[in-house]
């Protein structure tokens, strides 16, 4: 991983960071799929950013057979990392490193909205499309348990535990039960009412102040 060669750091100055699609679809590497604007002073600091996709087979059909949800994109979140962070430091015993844990969830709280704007692939947006996000806890803002942030062997993140994430998106896990303990509820989620669709482009966009949620749109 080279972050300074991805262009996903970003600090004080603001910048706009560039996810690209690298699948075997998109060979010359070119296809843009989120754009993530940050304005000038929404940060303090320097920091990391990554995004993620997730998605299962079970859980799609949990959510399809428990609430008749069927969703239109994949769940998608962010994780940012401070640019001084010691990637190398989880393999030690001690995970604590400059006040973070880091085998739990980084949460980070902006000075000023960020602007995402998702390109769907898979699926034509439809003025009737819901966006939602579901609750990702800080660490130990839950009584019930934090998420795990999983690593490769390089030491570079590869998103939140896929079990933790299934269960805050059926419900299974909540403020209340600890995970995989609950039973089904959508107690997580909060409609995103303040969002633009673009048919014309297939696209979706929307602001966000932290990196505390999960996003999903529904048809």
Same mark, same amino acid.
């Given at each position: 991983?080279?972050?300074?060669?991805?262009?996903?750091?970003?600090?004080?100055?603001?910048?706009?960071?560039?996810?690209? /699609?690298?699948?075997?679809?998109?060979?010359? +590497? &070119?296809?843009? @799929?989120?754009?993530?604007? %940050? =304005?000038? #002073?929404?940060?303090?600091?320097?920091?990391?950013?990554?995004?993620?996709?997730?998605?299962?087979?079970?859980?799609?059909?949990?959510? /399809?057979?428990?609430?008749?949800?069927?969703? +239109? &994109?994949?769940? @998608?979140?962010?994780?940012? %990392? =401070?640019? #001084?962070?010691?990637?190398?430091?989880?393999?030690?015993?001690?995970?604590?490193?400059?006040?973070?844990?880091?085998?739990?969830?980084?949460?980070?709280?902006?000075?000023?909205?960020?602007?995402?704007?998702?390109?769907?692939?898979?699926?034509?947006?439809?003025?009737?499309?819901?966006?939602?996000?579901?609750?990702?806890?800080?660490?130990?803002?839950?009584?019930?348990?934090?998420?795990?942030?999983?690593?490769?062997?390089?030491?570079?993140?590869?998103?939140?535990?896929?079990?933790?994430?299934?269960?805050?998106?059926?419900?299974?896990?909540?403020?209340?039960?600890?995970?995989?303990?609950?039973?089904?509820?959508?107690?997580?989620?909060?409609?995103?009412?303040?969002?633009?669709?673009?048919?014309?482009?297939?696209?979706?966009?929307?602001?966000?102040?932290?990196?505390?949620?999960?996003?999903?749109?529904?048809?």
């Amino acid at each position: 991983y080279n972050y300074d060669e991805y262009n996903r750091i970003a600090g004080q100055e603001g910048k706009s960071i560039v996810f690209i /699609d690298y699948s075997e679809d998109y060979p010359d +590497s &070119s296809v843009v @799929f989120l754009t993530l604007e %940050i =304005p000038p #002073n929404a940060l303090d600091s320097n920091y990391i950013f990554n995004m993620f996709e997730f998605s299962d087979s079970i859980l799609t059909n949990e959510l /399809d057979n428990e609430f008749e949800i069927r969703n +239109s &994109s994949e769940f @998608f979140y962010f994780v940012a %990392i =401070p640019e #001084n962070f010691c990637f190398s430091c989880m393999f030690y015993e001690d995970l604590e490193q400059n006040g973070f844990e880091t085998n739990h969830h980084f949460s980070l709280i902006a000075a000023k909205e960020l602007i995402v704007t998702y390109k769907l692939s898979n699926y034509t947006v439809k003025a009737t499309d819901k966006l939602y996000r579901i609750k990702i806890p800080k660490t130990d803002e839950w009584a019930t348990g934090n998420i795990w942030l999983d690593w490769n062997t390089q030491g570079f993140p590869t998103g939140y535990n896929k079990a933790g994430l299934a269960y805050l998106i059926n419900g299974k896990w909540t403020i209340d039960f600890q995970s995989g303990t609950g039973n089904y509820s959508l107690n997580n989620w909060e409609e995103i009412v303040d969002f633009q669709i673009n048919e014309q482009n297939n696209t979706i966009i929307f602001n966000i102040l932290d990196m505390d949620y999960a996003y999903v749109l529904i048809h």
